[in-house]
């Protein structure tokens, strides 16, 4: 594989594609959205094959894709995205103030790696891909390597959009997996000017550390690891026990766990009512049903994890499945106490699937010192009352500081795909907390702002000339118009 | 120096700072600009001692700077910069949608180095502090050495508005400098959010490297290195070069060229008018007058800068004042041909100081090769008529992707504080080309989006309330709304 040329047309791809219009831009992930929506039956077919997702799951995974390609579409033909600023000269001032006015523009070429997990949503077509075509990014996949035939098939179909709507051959460009190097190679690469990937914290320390290592250093996007802490108040517990232990049996053994959102920490208060939950819970988790999970690496990893911590003497079996067949994974629910879960912090690393522990905390400040000591995540959830929330407000003051997303009595497994989405966090749930990969957010990832000083309106970009042709909102002398 | 005490008293200070409300956060803000005002003679003249700045300067820095302060009080007034999204739960479709909202919330402590080159408006209560402190971070600042007892000063002034606002004590603190181990361990703090610098190369990749080799990685934001490419078409010398020659002689000389946003490389094409400028702008440099620089390590680091250009067998000195007294720079123009900047790197080194020097390049396409063989830069500026500018639209296309800042018609030197500035670039202008480190867009570099869901509205912050109680513009489904 000669990353050489592949970048090196990705950089002349840049170079056309950056000034497609935003019309013709949307349009063309429009197209994209149908190419892939044509081939349907095969695509879902194939990763099923491949990941053995059930159907249901993967064509509700194809509507996510293309849902999100029209999201991003809409996005750009609407255009207020690229944050116009405009501050007009002030010539009579002493020293005078000249004409200042800025956009957002893209960076260039983008390397996007594929998740093991959303054959579809998060990988060749997914989120990655599409905000960066979306900012005027060209577009270099790494496939990933669990399902080839799948990515290809996707990639196809981008190619095909790309012909029909005349944009330059490699505004995006496909490479399948030559293993470890080549994903190295592409992060090294002088052209490359950003990177987005989702996967394992070691994957992505990896990526971070080579872009850091460059001459000229660009940012991983990297999305890695994280347990999705929920805390159960007493009164809720107290409440609603039952129903709270059905929604979260289903939520842990959702797609046998493997979700980033998966909640694999639970938190309570050492009481009647949490033992009653626990109980109710692992009632529920043993009820359910183990089945194959992504690919043998995932499995392999799985049982290792959870063998690991069933291993580890403060911790306690609450229950599990009966055991599996091969290859599936087992569901397990395990305990400790506050202290024992202080004491070791090998407790709060992930176990990719479905696994979760129950922290059954001494007290108030015990439980506030769980939370603090964890590191930081996608989600934080609270399960409580209207009495919970205003009795424990400095418990759930301590969750807002932990994770991209806050949530109150939903389960954390369900990520939307809209302008309000944050799906990022503190290290190492993400590299970087100050973005997001799902959501119009995500946008953000691949552009920088650029200012234009004393331009004349012929020289100006469509978003920043006098009479706004393009209907947009920008921030003209401090205050908001369109 | 207790590295420990101090980080954990900022920590302290972040939870009770970070719920300041707006309006005492802004209020905060301008009773620091009027303490600082308060203190002007003094501070004027105690900062004229340590950096041999001019007095009217150091005036207008001062102004610079509370101007500054208002402007982000005035910001958080408004308080549509934490660009609040919502998106209302839609109960009815499958599965039903949760109400989202999110908005900026601050990252934790920050930690802020002074800068040499702007003993106010860029050190103690610069514009990196005042975007933090209107985050809602604490800050610890890292006095400069080069002028200890200003930054001192402006710290009193800083505890009185404090003291006078009734915000945490230790919502800002001061080191003086204990020389490079302090800096270092404070970047590696665990309880650091983020780092702030402005200064040299050197200085800001080292302080990067301690900041990824975090357990916790965390970004530093510095402003490193730019010469500001100026490109000189043929038109606009044909007709404007005698007073081209007298602007940009006065903005390599200004402040004795210690900005960075000084012209350090200029670029024309093979002609006599180039010749004729240049000959020009030898002779006004020639008669401008040295003076004494910030301090001897920049004296003799532009000393020795200077020299190595100048000793280059393919660089000509065009002219240089006659020769200075100690300490002070010594200003001068030299030029070489496209051929030779293109076989010699080192020639493009920042050499920071009232030094400059003019590329002559045989035709277009070494001039875009010159172009595409720059680092990334602050700001790059097009000299041009119409005529020009119609005619070398792909020379300018290439500017456009150099730099944070593209110019047409002005000199690179001054840079507005407002919402519309960029002061940022591709590496090694800054490490992140993504943020702005003047105008209100600086604030971004200390907050994260944070995402709530489900959320009740009592337990809502204020600006992702149904009512929208703070007035301000948010995207609600997707709509701009205020």
């Given at each position: 594989m000669q990353i050489d040329d592949i970048m090196l047309w990705s950089a002349q791809a840049f170079e056309q594609y950056r000034a497609v219009t935003p019309p013709l831009r949307a349009a063309f992930l429009e197209k994209i959205a149908a190419e892939i929506e044509g081939q349907r039956e095969v695509l879902v077919q194939t990763a099923h094959e491949e990941t053995n997702l059930p159907l249901p799951r993967l064509n509700g995974e194809i509507t996510r894709t293309t849902t999100q390609l029209q999201m991003f579409a809409n996005l750009i033909k609407e255009g207020?995205?690229?944050e116009a600023v405009i501050d007009t000269a002030k010539p009579d001032v002493t020293p005078p103030k000249p004409d200042l006015r800025r956009m957002l523009l893209p960076v260039g070429p983008v390397v996007v790696f594929g998740a093991s997990n959303f054959p579809f949503a998060f990988s060749t077509a997914g989120g990655d891909t599409v905000s960066a075509l979306a900012a005027g990014a060209t577009v270099v996949i790494k496939g990933h390597p669990a399902h080839p035939r799948t990515s290809l098939l996707v990639f196809t179909a981008m190619k095909k959009a790309i012909a029909a709507c005349g944009m330059?051959?490699?505004t995006i460009q496909h490479v399948a997996d030559e293993g470890y190097e080549t994903g190295k190679a592409l992060v090294q690469h002088p052209l490359a000017t950003g990177v987005a990937f989702t996967g394992s914290f070691q994957g992505g320390k990896a990526l971070s550390s080579y872009a850091a290592q460059r001459e000229v250093p660009i940012p991983v996007f990297a999305e890695m690891s994280s347990i999705n802490p929920v805390v159960f108040f007493p009164d809720a517990l107290r409440q609603q026990a039952q129903q709270l232990a059905q929604t979260f049996a289903a939520s842990i053994t959702l797609?046998?766990?493997?979700?980033?959102?998966?909640?694999g920490l639970l938190i309570g208060l050492q009481s009647e009512e949490t033992e009653n939950f626990l109980q109710m819970l692992g009632t529920a988790i043993a009820a359910s049903t183990p089945q194959k999970m992504l690919h043998n690496g995932i499995y392999k990893a799985y049982q290792t994890g959870r063998s690991h911590m069933l291993a580890q003497e403060t911790l306690t079996l609450v229950s599990e499945t009966a055991a599996p067949a091969a290859e599936e994974a087992w569901p397990a629910l395990a305990r400790t106490t506050g202290k024992a879960f202080l004491a070791n912090p090998s407790l709060q690393e992930e176990v990719f699937g479905p696994y979760s522990l129950m922290v059954v905390c001494a007290d108030k400040t015990e439980l506030i010192a769980v939370l603090k000591s964890l590191r930081g995540q996608l989600t934080t959830t609270i399960i409580g009352t209207e009495t919970d929330t205003e009795k424990w407000q400095d418990v759930i003051a301590v969750q807002t500081t932990l994770a991209g997303r806050v949530i109150l009595n939903?389960?954390?497994t369900g990520v939307e795909?809209?302008?309000?989405?944050?799906?990022g966090g503190p290290y190492p749930a993400t590299t970087?907390?100050?973005?997001?990969?799902?959501?119009?957010?995500?946008?953000?990832?691949w552009v920088r702002p650029v200012c234009f000083q004393n331009f004349t309106d012929a020289m100006l970009p469509d978003a920043l000339k006098k009479d706004n042709p393009l209907g947009i909102w920008r921030l003209v002398n401090n205050e908001y118009t369109r």
């Open positions: 207020s995205w690229v330059p051959a490699n797609g046998m766990g493997q979700f980033c959102t998966n909640p939903n389960a954390p795909v809209c302008a309000a989405m944050v799906h970087d907390q100050r973005f997001t990969s799902v959501g119009t957010g995500a946008i953000r990832r």
